[in-house]
Nanobody, 127 residues
C-alpha cells in the first residue's frame, strides 16, 4: 500500500494550493483518508479527514484552524483524496502528510490511529 502526496509549493499569503493523495494497493472506502501537517519545531497536527458512508455520502472533518478555508474531497474512481487550501496564511506553512486508516472507528484526528502514511509535501506561504 502506498500513499503518494503531491501539490505542495510556494504561495503568497491569501493564495491557494491543492494537495493530492493518491492511494494504491488498497481502497479506503470503509475508512478514512486525511491530512496532517508539521511545522518546524512543532508536533504533527490534524488538518482534515474524510470518510464515506454508503455509496455517495461523505463526511468531512476539519481542524478549527482551517475550517472555512480548506476543503477535503475524495475521488473514489481515482482512489485519491484532495485538500483544497484557500486563503492561505503564513501559519499554514508546514510539511503536509496524507494518511489513511482502513476502518473508521469513531475518531479521526489522532495521528496514531492512521496506519498508512504518504511522504510529506512542503507548503510554504510567504507574507
Amino acid at each position: 500500500v502506498q500513499l503518494q502526496a503531491s501539490g505542495g509549493g510556494l504561495v503568497q499569503a491569501g493564495g491557494s494550493l491543492r494537495l493530492s493523495c493518491a492511494a494504491s494497493g488498497r481502497t479506503f472506502s470503509n475508512g478514512l483518508m486525511g491530512w496532517f501537517r508539521q511545522a518546524p519545531g512543532k508536533e504533527r497536527e490534524f488538518v482534515a479527514a474524510i470518510r464515506q458512508s454508503g455509496s455517495n455520502i461523505y463526511y468531512a472533518y476539519y481542524a478549527d484552524s482551517v475550517k472555512g478555508r480548506f476543503t477535503i474531497s475524495k475521488d473514489n474512481a481515482k482512489n485519491t483524496a484532495y485538500l483544497q487550501m484557500n486563503s492561505l496564511k503564513p501559519e499554514d506553512a508546514a510539511v503536509y502528510y496524507c494518511a489513511a486508516k482502513a476502518y473508521y472507528t469513531g475518531t479521526y484526528d489522532s495521528s496514531t490511529e492512521y496506519g498508512y502514511w504518504g511522504q510529506g509535501t512542503l507548503v510554504t506561504v510567504s507574507s
